[in-house]
C-alpha cells in the first residue's frame, strides 16, 4: 500500500502474519513550548500507523534547527518532548537527522507493524455505516489564534493537551470492533479527509453538524477571522464534491475546513455495533462523537447538514 488511494501511511508486507506500516510528518511549531511542541509534533506523526490499525515500532527524528538565532537549550526540550511521547506510546527512538535551517522544524519517520489481514485502511467504508470522530474541532484556528497573541494561556495549554494526546486508546479500540475504514483528521481538515474516504470507498458521506463537537472558541475565533490559510485551500479542493445546507453557519463551515494538527480518528463503524462501541470507548475513558454516516453513492461525495 502507497500512493494509490491517500492513505495515512505505506504498508510493506513482510509475510503472512507482518508488515511494517511506514510514515514520516514534520512541521515549524505551533505553540511558545518547546517540550510541549516536541510532543505534538511526535503525537502527530505517530497517529498514522495508529490510523492504519498499527503499532508504532521506532522513530527518527528529523530535525531543522536554526543554530546561533535560539538556544540550544530549545532542541533539548524539544527532543526530549518528543522522545517522552515516543516511550508512551511504547515505541524507542533509533536515530535521526538535523540539518541548519532559518527556520524551526521537527518531525518523526516511524515505523510500525500490522496484521496484513487488519490493515484498517480508509476504503472500507460500506453504506450504513456510522462515522465517528475521536476529538473536537479547532485546532487550527486557536494555533493561529495563539500565533496572533489572540488567545490566552488556558486555552492555549488546552490545545496543546489535545494535540499531544495519542490515538492509541480509540486504534485499539476501533481494531477490537473489526471497523471498516478509518484515517486520522489532520491538515485537510475534517471535510477533507472525508472526501479522501468517500472517494476510496466510492460512497457519500453525511455529517450532522450538531453532533460535531468542537474546541473551546473555536467558533468565536472563526468569527474574528483567526483562520489559517489552509482553510482556504480545503474549501477550495472540496469543491464540485460537496453539498452543505444553507442553514449550516459560516464559521461552523470555517471549523469543519479546518486543518488540525494530531487531530482525532474519523472511524467508520458497522451499524449494527456502533452502540456498543460508543459504550466501550466510553468503559474506557476514551471520546468518540457519531457524527454522521455513510450512504450509497450520491451526486455529491460528501453532504453537510
Do not use: C
Amino acid at each position: 500500500m502507497g500512493f494509490n488511494q491517500a492513505d495515512d501511511a505505506g504498508v510493506f508486507r513482510i509475510n503472512e502474519q507482518q508488515a511494517l506500516v511506514q510514515t514520516v510528518d514534520f512541521f515549524p511549531p505551533i505553540v511558545d513550548d518547546p517540550y510541549q511542541f516536541g510532543q505534538i509534533a511526535a503525537a502527530n506523526a505517530l497517529s498514522d500507523v495508529y490510523a492504519m490499525g498499527g503499532r508504532p515500532l521506532t522513530a527518527l527524528n528529523i530535525v531543522a534547527f536554526p543554530v546561533g538565532d535560539l538556544p540550544d537549550s530549545y532542541l533539548t526540550e524539544i527532543l526530549r518532548g518528543g522522545g517522552d511521547k515516543i516511550a508512551e506510546a511504547g515505541a524507542v527512538v533509533v536515530g535521526g537527522h538535523s540539518i541548519k535551517d532559518k527556520e524551526l522544524k521537527y518531525g518523526l519517520a516511524v515505523t510500525g507493524v500490522v496484521d496484513p489481514h487488519r490493515i484498517i485502511t480508509n476504503g472500507g467504508a460500506r453504506p450504513g455505516d456510522r462515522l465517528f470522530l475521536t476529538k473536537p474541532l479547532g485546532t487550527g484556528l486557536i494555533t493561529t489564534g495563539i500565533k496572533r497573541r489572540a488567545v490566552g494561556p488556558e486555552l492555549e495549554r488546552i490545545v496543546s493537551a489535545q494535540m499531544a494526546q495519542l490515538n492509541r486508546g480509540a486504534a485499539g479500540m476501533m481494531v477490537r470492533h473489526n471497523a471498516h475504514a478509518a484515517t486520522d483528521i489532520t491538515g485537510y481538515g475534517l471535510l477533507g479527509h472525508a472526501l479522501e474516504m468517500a472517494l476510496a470507498s466510492d460512497v457519500t458521506i453525511r455529517l450532522a453538524t450538531r453532533l460535531i463537537p468542537l474546541m473551546p472558541q473555536a467558533l468565536e475565533l472563526a468569527e474574528a477571522k483567526m483562520i489559517p490559510g489552509g482553510a482556504n485551500a480545503n474549501r477550495e479542493f472540496l469543491q464540485g464534491h460537496l453539498h452543505i445546507a444553507d442553514d449550516v453557519p459560516e464559521n461552523v463551515q470555517v471549523v469543519l475546513f479546518d486543518p488540525q494538527t494530531s487531530g482525532g480518528l474519523f472511524i467508520a463503524i458497522e451499524d449494527d455495533d456502533a452502540e456498543k462501541f460508543a459504550a466501550d470507548l466510553e468503559q474506557a475513558g476514551l471520546f468518540g462523537w457519531m457524527i454522521g454516516q455513510v450512504e450509497p453513492r450520491q451526486e455529491h461525495r460528501i453532504v453537510v447538514e
